[in-house]
């Protein structure tokens, strides 16, 4: 199989994709077609900052085999529907690379929240252009619709369409000046909220809640998201890395420790990532921090509180379950938290509809029990999450797997905003809640603010 190699000279991808075109008849009912061309790997944020078609995804998977750069979107799968748009569609691969069909995107923390839609969100994409690395593998794929009854238009408009792929392209450098920073709520309304909470009357109807801090950032100059992303990534190890941008003015993006889910056929992989503390200044004081954590009663239970919930939620829908007996320590650039890996053999015919809904939102992002903790903070959260702590991932014919959207940010024209959470349970004390917020925090600012 020919790589051809990709970078500043695209022509000869282009050529070979017009061949592939070229080969095309006119099909007998509707179809979606693939064409794909293996090339070599490229620096798929700045690819994407190149192209000129909207919306733009990234999605880089936690253990860094799988990365995806995508722009357009031909079909489209809302989150609520049992199917794409075109699920019914015959798919035609016709390219020397046959890929797997894949759907990119996620939702919001409330999955039907307009303000996510607008965003691009509460539904996944097939893109009509896709640059994706498996492992060292990497392709560029091109999709297109077909219908015999405009098929001749259909042609034509795909043979301008591939005149518009965009050789990468270096990104811009980002120096962001800061006109304002506010926090919302305030520390007041913080450590109001946190009594409440831990109040034996309101512990008697939720023994979680995870509370949402939002900071917005004023800027003097408009920020590019992929650059923001670029840098965010080189620093954050271990992590998810996701993006969506509808506009110039509009994006979300972010980099997340927490697996949803990973699904590989009936075998699920998912997990309690709660219980959290910052990193120490040196080797010897973080070995202290770690330790301190490990044994930390509150972080402990508030981490077998997620994985009992996983566990419930999860009975119904698979044979098997195993989750992993004692909490291990995860180590990012700012902080650590505590996990368990939770592995499960699903029940025949389960969707992954059914594990969204089944999944989301974890006790590690609402509360528990679930209902209640979602209906106070619906009635008492001072910020709408948007995007923050929804889903973000992809569906796959043989891989699917969705990230939680912690540790993200918004673009709103020259406003970030940032989000960052912390879960309340008995024992939880103000202010040390609100510096776990600041430690997480310092992620996304050392971003924003490299200095």
């Not at 994706?132 to 619709?145: A, T």
């Not at 512990?203 to 992929?226: G, I």
């Not at 972010?254 to 503390?277: H, I, N, W």
């Amino acid at each position: 199989m020919l790589t051809v190699a990709f970078d500043r000279q695209i022509d000869p991808v282009i050529e070979l994709l017009e061949l592939q075109l070229g080969r095309l008849q006119c099909p007998q009912q509707d179809s979606l077609v693939q064409l794909a061309v293996a090339i070599s790997e490229i620096p798929a944020l700045a690819w994407l900052q190149a192209q000129q078609s909207f919306p733009k995804i990234h999605w880089h998977s936690r253990d860094g085999n799988h990365e995806v750069s995508a722009v357009g979107s031909v079909d489209q799968w809302w989150l609520t529907e049992s199917q794409a748009k075109r699920g019914n569609w015959q798919r035609l691969c016709l390219g020397e690379v046959t890929a797997e069909w894949r759907y990119y995107g996620g939702h919001g923390f409330n999955p039907d929240d307009p303000s996510v839609t607008a965003q691009g969100g509460n539904r996944l994409h097939l893109p009509q252009w896709e640059y994706r690395r498996i492992g060292e593998q990497s392709c560029l794929i091109f999709n297109l619709l077909l219908q015999p009854s405009c098929y001749q238009q259909q042609l034509s408009q795909a043979k301008q369409d591939l005149q518009q792929l965009r050789a990468v392209a270096p990104l811009p450098p980002q120096q962001l000046n800061i006109a304002n920073q506010q926090h919302t709520p305030n520390f007041h309304d913080w450590q109001q909220r946190v009594l409440e909470l831990t109040s034996d009357e309101q512990q008697a109807r939720t023994s979680k809640v995870v509370l949402c801090r939002e900071t917005r950032l004023d800027t003097e100059q408009l920020a590019n998201p992929w650059s923001l992303l670029d840098s965010w990534q080189a620093q954050q190890h271990g992590c998810y890395r996701f993006g969506i941008q509808v506009d110039e003015q509009q994006a979300f993006f972010g980099c997340s420790p927490e697996r949803l889910f990973l699904r590989k056929q009936d075998k699920l992989y998912t997990e309690a990532l709660a219980g959290t503390c910052a990193r120490g200044q040196d080797q010897q004081q973080d070995h202290i921090l770690a330790g301190q954590l490990l044994m930390d009663r509150k972080n402990i239970y508030e981490n077998q509180l997620v994985a009992d919930d996983i566990e419930q939620q999860l009975t119904l829908l698979a044979s098997q379950i195993d989750i992993e007996p004692e909490p291990h320590l995860v180590p990012l650039a700012q902080v650590s938290h505590l996990c368990r890996i939770i592995s499960a053999r699903l029940r025949p015919d389960i969707s992954e509809q059914a594990l969204l809904q089944a999944l989301h939102p974890t006790a590690a992002v609402g509360g528990l029990p679930r209902q209640a903790a979602q209906a106070y903070l619906a009635q008492h959260e001072a910020v709408n999450r948007g995007w923050y702590a929804g889903v973000f991932g992809m569906i796959g014919e043989q891989r699917s797997e969705f990230c939680v959207t912690i540790r993200s940010m918004v673009q709103q024209g020259q406003q970030l905003q940032l989000y960052t959470g912390a879960g309340i349970v008995a024992g939880s004390e103000p202010t040390t809640e609100w510096h776990e917020l600041n430690s997480k925090l310092k992620s996304a600012m050392s971003v924003v603010q490299p200095a």
